[in-house]
């Protein structure tokens, strides 16, 4: 082969090479927040739009079961105060043997959401820990009888 084409060949190489990077080094587009009503584009930082005084809604914590008797079920915390147990009067009732009547409290303090064992019998576990109280934290495993559930915010 001659070496103007075997220089040709490795300038060409070079090119395609040198165009992949940059494909690959290309920044990615940010997903932006729009407005929920007038669909303009929300800074980082804005809880409310500027242009319009739409609000962005309130993360909504709750508690999904991944293991028990209620296992894929999710349950919206909307009152101050959410109580498990295994009677009706309970806002989540679990029929289980290792839940007492009135098993766990919790409640919203402030931002914060508080679990409280109301005194039962095998008590409630975070995250592999025994706790009478706790603040709770987005992620949080809660252990009651044979139930596992995930404490999650948004």
């Known amino acids: 082969m001659p070496l103007p084409a ?3 060949i490795i300038v060409i190489s070079i090119l395609i090479v040198g165009i992949a990077v ?3 080094l290309k920044p990615k587009p940010v997903a932006q927040r729009l ?3 007038c669909r303009r584009v929300l800074g980082a930082g804005w809880t409310k739009c500027l242009f319009c005084g739409w609000e962005l809604p309130a993360a909504i914590p709750r508690l999904e079961f ?3 008797p209620l296992a894929g079920q999710t349950f919206p915390l909307h009152e101050d105060v959410t109580t498990i147990g295994s009677v009706a009067g309970n806002s989540i009732v679990l029929a289980d043997p290792g839940v007492s009547r009135k098993h766990i409290g919790i409640r919203k303090a402030g931002s914060a959401y508080e679990l409280a064992d109301l ?3 095998n008590g409630v576990y975070v995250n592999g820990y025994r706790v009478p109280k706790k603040i709770l ?3 949080d495993i ?3 009888g044979s139930s596992e559930l995930v404490f999650q915010i948004g």
């Open 22 to 24: 940059a494909v690959a």
């Open 137 to 139: 934290a987005p992620g």
């Open 35 to 37: 407005c929920g009503s």
């Open 119 to 121: 005194g039962s019998t």
């Open 66 to 68: 991944i293991g028990g």
């Open 6 to 8: 075997l220089i040709a």
């Open 142 to 144: 809660l252990r009651i």
